[in-house]
């Protein structure tokens, strides 16, 4: 595994008055610490390496060698694994590369796999009908994304085959889905439980949006059918969803409060007063990001989310802020947040800002803040303010999204599931150098415990699904629209070398994508009931 060196390493050398450094063939610096290096006067050095040192990339699939006798499993800080018979088989196994465990940090060991499930760590050779040499890659849970939009612009039965054609690209193996509709969801859940199987590539755990009381009626209903989490708008958007009045969130509250099962409360926290205002006062039609940011205020955001921590404290509700996108959120948080309050945040939102030279592609609500929001962002990783990572995906054409017109009349969206992934790694391990085991749960562990899809979802312990994803930290490749197999037709980081690609994509113990294509193409995608007594 290649050792990568921070800020930190460069700057210990610099306190100790050295004016070079060796760069050894398994070392990588980020970016920061080229920085550093640059600005203390350290010379990097790099030393070379015969092409036959390197290592093998794609990984390699090959038959099994026969194997005399199944050796016990690793044990895992949850306790040790099924027994195994010292005669059985394994469908797959994953050897040679560094196991990431949100529990538990790397480990080196090797992942089995049978009947779809994770079976067994161990560090032993194994029996298996399939082998994949991962060496020098990194073995990540599959990754869930709490924060999608289908249907929007295109029948949701299109979407749910194009975009979960994307997610696996990039490593996304279960989504969380935001539906909103005037009256009944009942319909609904009878067309994602029969259209889902057929359809989707990824598990979907679906989101109800909640705007009128007859579906506060139907909230046992809908639970009964698994469907345990929800969400109000406090500001809406005009032509797509109505926001809501406070009183009428404090009745949800109160309401899915008396069910049976553990629900929660997604909640869109902007003060819609403040925004109606601050578009009224716009001296003319916004022309670029940062100005379209003035039309919803970083006060409108703060204000929202110091209200939604105390409806949730005081009623004692779990809650669920989602893409908080400014300085002012992280800021009201360091006090407000509680046990019963879990923040998001999106990868576009910690990815570009109203600097970045996206243009009207990146028109989004909220909008992308200043640099300085993008910063406290990440500082509220380090810090634990964000628990999870998603990416409020909306997929929409450049024509739909009427990009021609200018960021005036522009709609708000873009795909971002097939860049998810990459993009936070890009940007949070080689820009902001925060350590994997710090962010590899906000992107797996954390959004499948917040919605009950734990331990099934989330991690690599055994029992759960073979959802896992390989990633080369060392791939660069630039990131195209065709490429992502989005419904899109453009990519917020269209052109741009993104480093830390997904390498192989497992679904369910199947290869479902390899090196940037889909190596399955067959639906296998389940309505997950989450939140479950």
């Not at 050295?18 to 760069?23: C, D, G, L, P, Q």
């Not at 990459?422 to 902001?432: A, I, K, T």
């Amino acid at each position: 595994m290649k050792k990568f060196i921070t800020a930190s390493d460069v700057a210990a050398l610099a306190r100790k008055g050295k004016t070079e450094y060796v760069i050894g063939p398994d070392h990588r610096l980020t970016d920061l610490a080229r920085e550093t290096a640059q600005k203390h006067g350290i010379r990097l050095i790099r030393e070379t390496v015969s092409s036959a040192a390197q290592p093998a990339f794609p990984p390699r699939i090959l038959s099994a060698p026969p194997v005399k006798a199944q050796p016990a499993p690793m044990q895992t800080p949850a306790g040790p694994p099924p027994v195994v018979s010292v005669t059985s088989r394994y469908d797959m196994v994953v050897e040679n590369g560094t196991v990431l465990l949100p529990e538990a940090g790397r480990l080196p060991v090797n992942l089995c796999i049978r009947d779809g499930k994770i079976a067994a760590l161990t560090t032993e050779p194994v029996s298996a009908s399939s082998r994949i040499d991962a060496s020098g890659l990194y073995v990540l849970p599959g990754i869930v994304d709490p924060h999608t939009h289908l249907g929007l612009f295109a029948p949701l039965e299109t979407e749910l085959e194009t975009e979960t054609r994307s997610a696996l690209l990039g490593g996304v193996t279960t989504i969380g889905t935001f539906f909103n509709r005037p009256d009944s969801y009942l319909s609904l859940i009878d067309f994602l439980e029969e259209q889902v199987p057929n359809l989707s590539h990824t598990d979907i755990f679906p989101h109800l949006t909640l705007r009128e009381e007859a579906q506060l009626a139907e909230l046992p209903l809908y639970s009964a059918r698994g469907m345990n989490s929800y969400k109000v708008y406090m500001c809406g958007i005009p032509g797509l969803f109505p926001h809501q009045e406070d009183g009428f969130i404090v009745r949800c509250m109160e309401k899915l409060s008396r069910l049976p099962a553990d629900p929660i409360l997604c909640v869109h926290a902007e003060n819609a007063s403040i925004v109606e205002y601050a578009e009224a006062s716009l001296a003319a039609p916004p022309d670029t990001l940062k100005a379209f940011a003035g039309s919803h205020p970083n006060l409108s955001e703060g204000e929202a989310v110091v209200r939604t921590a105390y409806l949730s404290k005081a009623l004692g509700f779990r809650t669920y802020l989602v893409h908080t996108s400014c300085r002012e959120s992280m800021e009201a948080l360091r006090t407000a947040k509680h046990e019963k309050l879990f923040v998001e945040t999106t990868s576009p939102y910690l990815s570009l800002d109203t600097e970045s030279d996206v243009g009207v592609y990146g028109k989004m609500l909220p909008p992308f803040r200043a640099p300085k929001d993008r910063k406290a962002l990440w500082d509220g990783i380090r810090t634990g303010i964000i628990d999870t990572i998603g990416t409020d995906n909306t997929t929409i054409t450049c024509e739909e999204k009427q990009v021609a017109g200018g960021m005036a009349s522009a709609l708000a969206g873009y795909p971002a599931l097939g860049t998810h992934l990459v993009s936070v790694l890009n940007e949070g391990f080689f820009r902001q150098e925060i350590p994997l085991e710090k962010l590899i749960p906000l992107m797996t562990m954390n959004p499948a415990k917040i919605f009950g899809i734990y331990p099934r979802k989330g991690t690599l312990l055994p029992g759960s699904d073979a959802d896992v994803v390989l990633v080369d930290m060392n791939l660069c490749r630039t990131a195209e629209p065709a490429g992502l197999q989005s419904r899109s037709d453009f990519s917020l980081f269209q052109g741009k070398t993104l480093r830390a690609w997904p390498l192989v994509t497992i679904k369910g113990g199947r290869i479902a994508a390899r090196d940037g294509r889909l190596a399955d193409d067959s639906p296998s995608g389940r309505v997950l009931k989450h939140g479950m007594l």
